[in-house]
Each structure stands twice: as structure tokens, then as C-alpha cells.
């Protein structure tokens, strides 16, 4: 009779508190793994597609400027959780002959649940370019050596940010055999945040006295990026002095000293990164007499790559990857020191 009564109470606790989801859950239903570097007190991790055979080619993907999961869930009344990815699935795309990788940002490699994503002080600490060239590094790295049978390729992309990201990883990791710049600033930011300002005066929706009044701002602001340039204070875009002095030098100068295979990708109507800059790219390789650059452009796309169309916007983004790595299994890499 107590038996029967204490079995009824505990099943009707686990009932009502039932265990939170867990990361080993999301990564299951999607199919990653796990990994961690452990380098004195810092720990880099990274999630990579689990395998049941050895691949020989990796792909690795460098998410955009915010500050979001990889993985996060939602919790349904009586239902069990909900999973979801922050990246797209363009890693279903890829035969048994790759895996593919994404390093989170500094502090958000966890599962968070949605709408209660708190953004971890270790991520304005450590979110600045040589940190992440750095974490990316040493994944790429563990990977080619404890999970890819003999390198044949490794290909990383980079979008927004994540671009500007790869082209500074490139100059420093060997492993990488082709690069793919997608939708990144080619010149400095602040340039290019001046650049936007003069757009909107030519096209009325601000007036050239306030686009220049704006630029002057700019400019103030950026000098005092550089008078401080290890401040972790927070901004009014919420970044730190050491995050944008990092990206100090432009990513063309990166891309220019490089002599892998890069595809270079950008959108006629990105709201985040000026066309106007873009064409610089192919003129400079031009002039370098370089030709390691393939150079695209998606007419009508914005920043992810949708298109406006009279049914509404179309997502491009996986036939642009497929593209790209049609790109790079013709394209055949570059013997690197």
C-alpha cells in the first residue's frame, strides 16, 4: 500500500518535472558531435557532423556578426522540447565524402532555450578577430588530424563578418585549401559605414548635410576606437574598442595576400555590406596580376541571399552554396608551406 502510494507520488513528480533538454539531444537530432581543445584555462569547442565513415574533406562555416547560439530549444506544453540550428542546412547537401564544421562564438557554445538567450560576459571579452582566427585555427587543425583520413580539402566560408573572419584565418592556417568570401566588408568598416551615409544622401532619404554630419560622427568615433583600443566597454551597437580595432585592416589586404582559390559572393540590394566596394576586388587582382579570385554576384539578393519576387522573397542561399561547391571540386587546391 506505501509502495503503490510512493511509486504514484514519484511519477507524478517526474510527470510535472521532467528533465531539461540537453545539448547531446539537439545535437543528435541534427547530426553533430561535440568537440573541445582544452589550452590552459580557455577551452575551444566546436560541433562537426558526425561520420560513419572517414571523410576526407571538410567544410567549415563562419557565422555573421551577432551574437546568437548554435542551438537552442523551445519548450511545448506536454510535448517534448523543440530543436533548432542558427545555421542553415546546406550541410545536408554534402555526400559521405565530407563533414562539416562550426565553431561557436565566444560563450555560446551551450544550449539556450528562446527567448531567455542571455549573452555570456566571456563572449564581449574574447569576441574579437584574433581570438576567433584563433579558435577557428585549432579546430581546423583537430579536425584534419583526428577526423579526416587524408586532407584532400578544406573549405571554409565565411558570411558578413564571418567572411572578414576567414580571410584573416587563411593567411595563418595551411590546412584551408579554398575560401569562400561571402558578403563581406572588402573595405574598413567605418569606411564603409560613410559609404552608406553618402548612398542614402544621393538617394533622398537623408539630406547631404546630415549624411555628412553623420560621417563626421563616424569618424570621431572611430578615433576614439583607436586611442582606446583594448576598451571592453560596450558601445551604442553593443561591440568593444578591441573588436573593432581588430578589424582595423581592411579584408582586402588579407584576401590580396593570399593565393588559394577564392570565391568571392555578394548581393545587389545587401542592406549590410555596400555592392559599391565589391567591385574593388576583382580590379585589385587585376592590378596584383592575380588569379585566384572568382568573383559572383547575386542580382536582386539581399544579405542572405533572398530574392523579392512578386510571391513573395525566394531563399537562395543553398543554391548559392551548391554553386560554391561546385566552385571548389573544380577548382583544384593550392600547394601550401
Known amino acids: 500500500m506505501y509502495t503503490f502510494l510512493i ?61 546568437n547560439p548554435i542551438f537552442s530549444y523551445s519548450e ?30 565566444p560563450g555560446m557554445a551551450g544550449l539556450y532555450k528562446d527567448g ?23 579546430s581546423i587543425q583537430h579536425i584534419v588530424e583526428n577526423h579526416l583520413s ?11 563578418e564571418g567572411a572578414a573572419i576567414g580571410a584573416a584565418l587563411a593567411n595563418v592556417n595551411p590546412s584551408i585549401t579554398h575560401l569562400g568570401f561571402w558578403s563581406g566588408n572588402v573595405l574598413n568598416n567605418f569606411y564603409e559605414f560613410a559609404l552608406f551615409n553618402r ?19 563616424i569618424l570621431e568615433w572611430y578615433q576614439g576606437v583607436l586611442q582606446a583600443p583594448n576598451s571592453t566597454e ?20 588579407y584576401l590580396l595576400q593570399l593565393d588559394l582559390p577564392i570565391y568571392a559572393l555578394f548581393a545587389t540590394q545587401d542592406e549590410s ?10 580590379i585589385k587582382f587585376m592590378e596584383h596580376r592575380k588569379t585566384n579570385l572568382t568573383f559572383e554576384v547575386c542580382l536582386g539578393c539581399d544579405h542572405a541571399y533572398q530574392l523579392e519576387t512578386p510571391d513573395g522573397k525566394k531563399a537562395l542561399w543553398q543554391e548559392q552554396f551548391l554553386k ?3 566552385w571548389a571540386e573544380k577548382v583544384a587546391p593550392v600547394k601550401r608551406n
Open 7 to 67: 511509486s504514484a507520488l514519484f511519477l507524478v513528480c517526474f510527470a510535472q518535472n521532467p528533465s531539461p533538454p540537453t545539448l547531446d539531444q539537439a545535437l543528435e537530432k541534427f547530426g553533430f558531435i561535440q568537440e573541445q581543445i582544452v589550452e590552459g584555462n580557455d577551452t575551444i569547442t566546436y560541433f562537426l557532423r558526425n561520420y560513419t565513415s572517414q571523410p576526407n574533406k571538410l567544410v567549415v562555416f563562419i557565422q555573421g556578426t551577432e551574437a
Open 76 to 105: 511545448n506544453k506536454d510535448q517534448p522540447p523543440t530543436f533548432y540550428r542558427w545555421f542553415g542546412s546546406e550541410y545536408q547537401l554534402l555526400d559521405s565524402t565530407y563533414t562539416y564544421a562550426i565553431v561557436p562564438k
Open 116 to 138: 531567455a538567450i542571455q549573452i555570456p560576459t566571456s563572449y564581449y571579452t574574447n569576441n574579437y578577430l584574433d581570438y576567433r582566427v584563433k579558435q577557428l585555427d585549432r
Open 150 to 160: 587524408k586532407a584532400e580539402k578544406v573549405i571554409v566560408y565565411g558570411h558578413s
Open 199 to 217: 548612398i542614402e544622401a544621393l538617394q533622398g532619404t537623408t539630406t547631404d548635410a546630415e549624411a555628412h554630419q553623420n560621417i563626421l560622427g
Open 234 to 253: 560596450l558601445d551604442h551597437f553593443g561591440f568593444t574598442n578591441k573588436r573593432w580595432s581588430t578589424y582595423e585592416k581592411a579584408p582586402i589586404d
Open 273 to 282: 555590406t555596400p555592392i559599391e566596394t565589391a567591385y574593388l576586388l576583382p
Open 324 to 326: 560554391f561547391m561546385e
